[in-house]
């Protein structure tokens, strides 16, 4: 049982270029999420998931976009990387409904955007 | 919205001395709330969670938390510091729409 992984572990992107971060849960959880994390700033929810062909916005989803085709896979793909793009990025996901369940977490993806 | 707030943004500590992580919420109804901990380079885990009931919880790692209506408070306490304990702790509501609201993370130090 490997939970929650999240590939690559690091990346580094010029402006202007587009990449997918993987996201895969091998627990059968119905609800995933993206976070966003920025040096004291907490974690900013940028998408999420409630099931497979179900996807709704978070707080920061601009420059973003996801797909949820299976129950264990929610790519997040961003377009035309920009500097301020670069931060950690966290993919979760929860048995029921996030704001009341444990949220099993990645170890997330560094990314950096010059 | 729900908000969050950690006063502290650094928390230094002597191994085996006692620990309180502050944490304040708003919140009209009574809050789900939570504790999480991000130990370097990992993701998070989660430490304890309030829903109802008895105000005072008990988490993994010797953690507890303690709910205070009347305050807005779910301050997070350890008796006996580790060195493993060293790490950034997160405070977070249940927004409601399956979402949850961080706060900004306390950082904790523990020296030896």
């Known amino acids: 049982n490997a939970g929650v992984t999240q590939t690559p572990k690091f990346r580094i992107l010029k402006i202007g270029q587009s990449m997918t971060l993987q996201c895969t849960q091998d627990?059968?959880?119905?609800?995933m999420y993206w976070y966003r994390q920025d040096p004291g700033m907490g974690l900013k929810l940028i998408y999420y998931s409630v099931g497979a062909g179900i996807t709704d916005k978070g707080e920061v989803p601009n420059g973003y976009n996801v797909s949820r085709s299976t129950t264990e896979d929610f790519p997040l793909r961003l377009e035309l990387a920009a500097p301020s793009q670069t931060s950690v990025y966290f993919c979760a996901s929860s048995r029921t409904s996030g704001d009341t369940d444990t949220q099993y977490f990645g170890p997330g993806t560094r990314l950096t955007v010059l | 919205a729900q908000s969050v707030t950690q006063p502290d943004i650094h928390i230094t500590v002597s191994e085996g001395a006692s620990l309180e992580l502050r944490c304040n919420y708003s919140y009209g109804a009574t809050p789900y709330l939570f504790w999480y901990v991000q130990s370097p380079g990992q993701g998070l885990q989660l430490l304890l969670k309030?829903?109802?009931?008895?105000?005072l919880v008990q988490g993994i790692k010797g953690f507890e938390a303690e709910f205070k209506r009347s305050q807005s408070s779910f301050n997070l306490r350890k008796p006996s510091v580790h060195w493993s304990d060293a790490a950034e702790y997160f405070c977070?509501?249940?927004?409601?729409?399956?979402?949850?609201?961080f706060g900004a993370g306390t950082i904790l130090r523990v020296k030896s």
């Open positions: 627990m059968n959880h119905n609800y």
């Open positions: 309030y829903f109802s009931g008895d105000t």
């Open positions: 977070a509501v249940g927004e409601g729409g399956n979402k949850l609201v």
